[in-house]
């Protein structure tokens, strides 16, 4: 089927707020004396903050009747650091230009939750871009469960099979491609030369690099 949609993740792909992410989690973990190695975190980047937090405090042994208030202390923090200290990932205005360009249908898909956002939307300048969007924070299941990305596609009213989806994330690229969509994966440096991201239709180190070419392949 002829592709006409592209469904964006957003942290790690638009902004570079993993770090931020890692930083807020450390910050809220070390109330409870717990201390996650860079290997432990990576191991569930692209969760949702609540499925991230269950993980690690199962993990540890935490008591489950701390779990809503250290996902809601590590949300407001990550608030705070994205605004104060995001930016935008390389690429970003040349990916949006070029799909604009081409009139697909442009729509965001993410774990975090709608507060988020609509915030980094409007901080990295790309809301007259964006017809659709769609979070996995009070959906049954998160990312790798493929709902948000259908859900997207169905705000945006396009057949799954129409989109290609830009993912940084191994749960979100198991996403994407459970939904039966195209998947292009920017994976961080450290991560790009691992042999799971095999599973996606193509790999790029930037959204810079992404061009005609790759689109016509993926076509």
Known sequence: MHLNTVIFDMDGLLIDSEPLWEEAASEVFNIYGVNLTEEQYKTTTGLRTKEFVQWWFRHFNIGEEELIKAEKNIFSLVLDKIGQRGQVMPGVDHIFEFFSKLNFKIGIASSSPDTLIQMVIDQIGIRKYI?????????????????????????????????????????????????????????????????????????????????????????
């Not at 996403?175 to 996606?200: D, F, I, L, N, T």
């Open 131 to 219: 017809q659709a969007t769609a979070s996995a924070e009070f959906l049954a299941y998160g990312k790798p469960h493929p709902q948000v990305y259908l859900d997207c596609a169905a705000a945006i009213q396009s057949n799954p099979t129409e989109c290609v989806c830009f993912e940084d994330s191994f749960n979100g690229m198991i996403a994407a491609k459970s939904a039966r969509m195209k998947c292009v994966v920017v994976p961080h440096h450290a991560q790009y030369k691992e042999e799971r991201w095999g599973a996606s239709d193509l790999k790029l180190s930037s959204l810079q690099n992404f061009g005609a070419l790759h689109l016509s392949l993926l076509g």
